[in-house]
């Protein structure tokens, strides 16, 4: 179908709806564990796999679709992970014990990890320069409201055994949704067009262009001779990745490696557990502090969503890094300093600005950037790559914040400490390392890259 039955806005809407998906299946199972953990009597190293298996699964999908995504296309891969979604989905609800439960979390991992690695490319190859900012935000904006809706299902289904059936087998079902809506999505989603160029569909991807840019000021039949410029480039397949796509592949690797180890989802997966380990809050509160971070993550993230493209992305990225470092520097010397009920307060405080900026900055522009710096022929492979590293960092923070949190005898200034070096590593890397791509078509970001390679060489 061409982009013409499609209003722009649902295009963008259903086209990150893969990001809701992701926030809610990473989201959901803080809630829903404890009540598996319960329900199947597994020890703790079980209900910790049964967590962390999701983060394997989307390690390994992410990294396996890039090159399938450069062959056969975003929209058809689209739709694997959306069919995906729904078997790991169903399959979690349906789970009967251990097995079965980390086999459907694992190929829930599969489909989160391959949208991670699809769409933040597709948004890239279907926004218009002037707005790619908040199109891309697009996708965080959807996985901060996964995250969101995962913690208020978790909320409105804990001990409702509706019809019979387990509270957090509703909680892992009510995935199905927008997994049902994702398929819809994609099955009516416009191909990219930069994809189609690749693959030597002019016509349509005049037709999609045409569409997209109806209501802009940018005119599609210039766009569409720089991308067949772009794609007449010599392919260099996996090759480029090592050569002149290398500082892109660098870049992506480290984004989205410290997106994670400043480690904002220690406090998305296991903040509720700190509040009730180290500050002695009823476990009963736990749901309202998750829905409390729930809300603050989204909401700012909003608010990223309406100035991306007013700023660089670079000085976003740097005040986020040192609100970030400040923010929780001090929580870690608070904890170091004052009593633990003295504490509580300003350490929440603190996370809420510690939240606002990820949100506002590293949350969004690292899927953003993932989607700009790759060249066009390898920008599938390269979207893999640098997404695996998310989840790999992700698993790396997931196993050992808790570790980590008890060896500083559920002081959470020992974990915050570390965080905060990273934070402040963060700065001295946007500041020699992050290109900037605000306001340039993916092709002048491509055409900088090639001529500083070919300088390189010719000075070499
Ligand atoms: C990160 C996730 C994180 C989320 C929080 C995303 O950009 O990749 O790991 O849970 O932001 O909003």
């Not at 967590?51 to 890039?66: D, E, F, K």
């Not at 999505?185 to 930069?194: D, N, W």
């Not at 660098?250 to 380990?277: D, E, R, T």
């Amino acid at each position: 179908m061409h982009a013409r039955q499609l209003s722009i806005f649902f295009i963008f809407f259903f086209g990150a709806l893969g990001g809701l998906l992701f926030g809610f299946d990473t989201g959901i199972i803080s809630g829903a564990s404890p009540l598996i953990e319960n329900n199947f009597n597994l020890g703790i190293e079980q209900t910790g796999f049964i967590t962390s298996s999701v983060l394997i699964g989307s390690s390994i999908g992410a990294l396996s679709i890039g090159t399938l995504s450069d062959h056969f296309g975003r929209k058809r891969l689209l739709l694997i992970s959306s069919i995906l979604f729904l078997l790991g989905s169903g399959l979690s609800m349906a789970a009967v014990g251990f097995v079965s439960m980390v086999i459907a979390r694992i190929i829930l991992g599969f489909a989160v990890g391959s949208a991670s690695a699809l769409t933040p490319a597709y948004l890239a190859e279907l926004a218009d320069a002037p707005h790619r900012g908040s199109l891309g935000t697009m996708f965080q904006l959807m996985i901060t409201a996964g995250i969101l809706l995962a913690y208020v299902s978790n909320l409105g289904f804990l001990h409702h055994n509706l019809l019979g059936i387990r509270d957090w087998r509703w909680m892992l079902g009510s995935a199905l949704i927008p997994a049902v809506i994702l398929f819809i999505g994609s099955l009516i989603l416009p191909e990219s067009p930069r994809y189609l160029v690749e693959s030597g569909k002019i016509n349509e991807a005049r037709d999609v262009l045409h569409e997209l840019r109806k209501n802009t000021h940018e005119d599609p039949d210039k766009e569409l001779s720089d991308i067949q410029k772009i794609a007449d480039q010599p392919k260099g397949g996996l090759k480029e990745l090592t050569t002149f796509a290398r500082p892109a592949v660098i870049v992506a690797i480290l984004l989205m490696l410290l997106q994670q180890l400043v480690g904002i989802n220690s406090v998305i997966y296991f903040l509720p557990q700190v509040f009730i380990k180290g500050f002695g809050f009823a476990e009963s509160n736990a749901i309202w502090i998750s829905v409390g971070i729930g809300v603050v993550n989204f909401v700012c993230t909003i608010l990223a969503y309406l100035v991306m493209d007013k700023f660089n992305r670079r000085t976003i990225l740097l005040f986020g890094s040192i609100v970030m470092a400040i923010s929780i520097g001090i929580l870690s010397v608070l904890n170091f300093t004052l009593s633990v009920q003295n504490a509580a307060i300003p350490t929440m405080i603190l996370i809420a600005i510690y939240i606002f900026g990820f949100a506002v900055s590293w949350g969004p522009i690292c899927w953003l950037m993932l989607g700009e710096i790759f060249p066009l022929n390898v920008r599938g492979v390269g979207n893999s790559i640098g997404s695996a590293a998310n989840w790999i960092g992700n698993f790396i923070v997931s196993q050992f914040f808790l570790v980590l949190l008890s060896m500083f005898h559920n002081n959470v200034g020992g974990p915050f400490a570390v965080f905060t070096f990273f934070a402040i590593l963060s700065i001295f890397f946007v500041i020699y390392m992050v290109p900037e791509t605000r306001g340039k078509t993916l092709e002048n970001i491509e055409m900088e890259m090639r001529q500083k390679a070919a300088l390189k060489k010719a000075v070499k």
